[in-house]
C-alpha cells in the first residue's frame, strides 16, 4: 500500500517566517495530495491540495508543490502566525486518503 | 448544518465490553471511512466504504466491524474492547473522484 514519509516531526518558527513541511510517498498511482491542518481537540480540516496534473498552487500564504518524479511534495506557509500553531498533515491518494505521521508546527510571537 | 456528524463525542468503556460509534454524512457523497489517531496523533485508516461496498480493509482486528446501511451512514461496531483501542476515532467521507476528504469531530474512546 501506500507508504507517505512526513518531515520534520516538530517545526519551531518565529512569527513572520517562513514555515516548510516536507513529504514523500511511494505509490506513483496515487493523483492526489491534501494537506490538513488539525487543532488541539479539533478534526483535521482541509487547507490546500494538489493534484498530480499541477505542480504548484497557491493560496494567500500558502502554497504546494509536487515533484511526481521524485514522489515528493512540500507545503509552504509564509509569513506566519501564532494561529498558524497547530499539527499539519500531508497525504497521499488514489482511492483513500494515507496520511503521514504529522508535524506539529509553533509559531512564536 | 453539520456536514459530517459522528456520535458519541466521548465515550468512556470498561474492558470487554461491545460498543458502537455512528456516523452520518449529508454532502451527498458516495464514500465514508474510519480512521483511527492513537496518542500520537497519526492518523491511520480503518475502513473504506464506496457506495455501501467495503473497499478498503487494513489490518485491523475482526473485533472491529463496520456497517454501512445506506451511502450516507458509516457505523462502527466494536466488540471485546482492550486497553489499546483507546484511541480518536474519526468518520469522512468524500466524493470518490474528487478526493476532498470532510472529516466529523471525532470519538474519544477511553477504555478503562
Known amino acids: 500500500g501506500e507508504n507517505v514519509e512526513q518531515h520534520p516531526s516538530t517545526l519551531s518558527v518565529q512569527e513572520g517566517d517562513s514555515a516548510v513541511i516536507k513529504c514523500t510517498y511511494s505509490?506513483?498511482?496515487?493523483?492526489?495530495f491534501p494537506w490538513y491542518k488539525q487543532e488541539l481537540g479539533k478534526r483535521p480540516q482541509l487547507i490546500i491540495d494538489?493534484?498530480?496534473?499541477?505542480g504548484e498552487k497557491k493560496d494567500q500564504r500558502i502554497a504546494v508543490t509536487l515533484n511526481k518524479t521524485a514522489k515528493h511534495f512540500s507545503l509552504h506557509i509564509t509569513e506566519t502566525q501564532p494561529e498558524d500553531s497547530a499539527v499539519y498533515f500531508c497525504?497521499?491518494?488514489?482511492?483513500?486518503?494515507?496520511f503521514g505521521k504529522g508535524t506539529s508546527l509553533l509559531v512564536t510571537p | 448544518d453539520t456536514a459530517v456528524s459522528q456520535t458519541p463525542k466521548y465515550l468512556v468503556t470498561q474492558m470487554g465490553n461491545d460498543k458502537s460509534i455512528k456516523c452520518e454524512q449529508n454532502l451527498g457523497h458516495d464514500t465514508m471511512y474510519w480512521y483511527k489517531q492513537d496518542s500520537k496523533k497519526f492518523l491511520k485508516i480503518m475502513f473504506s466504504?464506496?457506495?455501501?461496498?467495503?473497499?478498503i480493509n487494513e489490518t485491523v482486528p475482526n473485533r472491529f466491524s463496520p456497517k454501512s446501511p445506506d451511502k450516507a451512514h458509516l457505523n462502527l461496531h466494536i466488540n471485546s474492547l482492550e486497553l489499546g483501542d483507546s484511541a480518536v476515532y474519526f468518520c469522512?467521507?468524500?466524493?470518490?473522484?474528487?478526493?476532498?476528504?470532510?472529516f466529523g469531530q471525532g470519538t474519544r474512546l477511553t477504555v478503562v
Open positions: 505509490d506513483s498511482a496515487s493523483n492526489y
Open positions: 497525504a497521499a491518494s488514489m482511492y483513500a486518503l494515507n
Open positions: 466504504y464506496n457506495n455501501k461496498e467495503l473497499i
Open positions: 469522512a467521507s468524500s466524493q470518490r473522484d474528487r478526493g476532498e476528504a470532510f
Open positions: 494538489i493534484r498530480s496534473n499541477v
